[in-house]
């Protein structure tokens, strides 16, 4: 589907709701499939990506349904599964469940989507592997196949700081006799820790590392926030196109989730938090954005993993503020659903953008006047796609957006409730 995005000069105005973290979504499914009983998931993500971890846990033997609020009834125990397990182009699903299915009783095979099919899992094989699992893989991509095999506790130091790694032995972790500890350069996002602790597992933070020991969950009622990831565009948005005042409301204030509002902070974007609040063992609160006149950052380091997600989006934003933005440290961005420094540089520029790819991030030169006027494409990538949107909202000429339809694995809701601030 080709999306036609016009420069919209009026500004934005008025409030939403972001709606539900797919992160936190993930999770929520995954942990209650795991606790003995009944399990209340209020705000479950409409993106098709939670769907696919939803999908596996009921191929698993749980039974969950939908009644307004997403409950989940579970005997503790996982079933073998009677077909392959499809994670559609879910990262985040399949090494999570690489993490679940590893010391079950049972085979099990992890498929996905072609964009999935190319994406690396040795980053979680290799540690599993040191755990004592017996896991077969397509040169470290999937189809991977799980054997049943009983775990042990490790103590693993991680050269990359991701929460995905991260999650996948933690999850491993919980059927293992003793203590398995990560430790990570620096500290990725930690919705896992927070729910695992909320449902009870015996688990510990100490700086970058994170314990856990077997556990036995407890089931609970979950209320997911809203998606920062998915108030990125909206926060950007009301900072570079004119006249623009909006309120995200139940926005998710994770520490290790607001890289972005430190980088707008920096960058000197007016931007303001009202009513905190902590629902589910998560920080909350509404975001006030409203437009601004933008200077340069530099932007690396332990910020990177806060903000991995956004970068496409932050690179949108640059290309507004005065001065060079640099991004770097950020090499794992080329490992997402699309080699997304590449991209993003290859699809700005096409409008105009003063933009260099370097080999783990950009140079961005600013402020530029987006011109437009062309045809970008999204790579089977929904961040991409969201981030060229964006853009669109202040380019001179329209640009027709191909591939837009990829926007529903994380956030059907984009452009209506976009249009909801322009009208």
Not at 207 to 234: H, M, Q, W
Not at 260 to 279: A, C, F
Not at 344 to 368: C, M, P, Y
Request: proline content about 4%; glycine content about 8%; charged content about 25%.
């Amino acid at each position: 589907m080709n999306k036609i995005v016009k420069k919209f000069a009026k500004g934005l105005r008025g409030g939403i709701t972001i709606p539900s973290d797919k992160s936190i979504s993930h999770r929520a499914v995954m942990l209650a499939s795991l606790a003995c009983g009944k399990s209340v998931i209020k705000n479950f993500s409409g993106g098709q990506d939670p769907k696919s971890s939803l999908e596996i846990c009921k191929a698993l033997g749980v039974n969950a349904e939908f009644n307004g609020d997403l409950t989940v009834y579970s005997r503790g125990i996982l079933s073998a599964p009677k077909a392959n397990l499809d994670c559609g182009n879910s990262g985040t699903t399949m090494r999570f469940m690489c993490g679940i299915l590893a010391g079950q009783g049972f085979n099990s095979v992890l498929v996905g989507d072609e964009s999935l099919s190319k994406r690396p899992m040795k980053r979680v094989i290799d540690p599993l592997t040191l755990m004592g699992a017996k896991i077969q893989s397509n040169d470290g991509k999937a189809p991977i196949e799980i054997f049943p095999q009983e775990l042990n506790a490790i103590n693993y130091t991680s050269k990359l700081s991701s929460a995905q790694v991260k999650s996948c032995i933690l999850l491993a972790g919980l059927n293992c006799e003793g203590k398995t500890s990560f430790t990570e350069p620096y500290v990725s996002r930690d919705h896992t820790e927070r729910m695992l602790k909320f449902m009870g597992a015996d688990i510990s933070v100490k700086e970058n590392t994170v314990t856990v020991g077997k556990s036995v969950l407890e089931p609970r009622t979950i209320e997911i926030c809203g998606d920062i990831s998915s108030a990125a565009y909206f926060i950007v948005a009301a900072l570079i196109v004119p006249n623009s005042e909006i309120i995200l409301k139940n926005v998710g204030l994770n520490p290790t989730r607001t890289g972005i509002l430190k980088v707008v902070q920096k960058m000197g974007g007016n931007i303001e938090i009202l009513d905190k609040r902590t629902v589910s063992g998560e920080e909350v609160g509404d975001i006030k954005v409203c437009y601004s006149e933008l200077k340069s950052c530099t932007i690396e380091g332990e910020i990177i993993p806060q903000l991995i997600d956004e970068l496409p989006v932050i690179a949108v934003l640059a290309t507004q503020a005065e001065g060079t933005t640099v991004v770097k440290d950020a090499q794992d961005l080329r490992n997402k659903e699309s080699d997304r420094i590449k991209a993003v540089v290859t699809e700005l520029k096409k409008s105009g953008a003063n933009i260099e790819e370097t080999q783990d991030g950009f140079v961005i030169e600013g402020k530029t006047e987006l011109k437009g006027g062309c045809t970008v494409e999204t790579y089977h990538d929904h961040r991409l796609a969201m981030s060229l949107y964006t853009a669109g909202l202040i380019c001179q000429e329209p640009i027709e957006i191909n591939g837009f339809e990829w926007v529903n694995i994380s956030f059907p809701e984009f452009e209506m409730l976009f249009n909801n601030l322009i009208l």
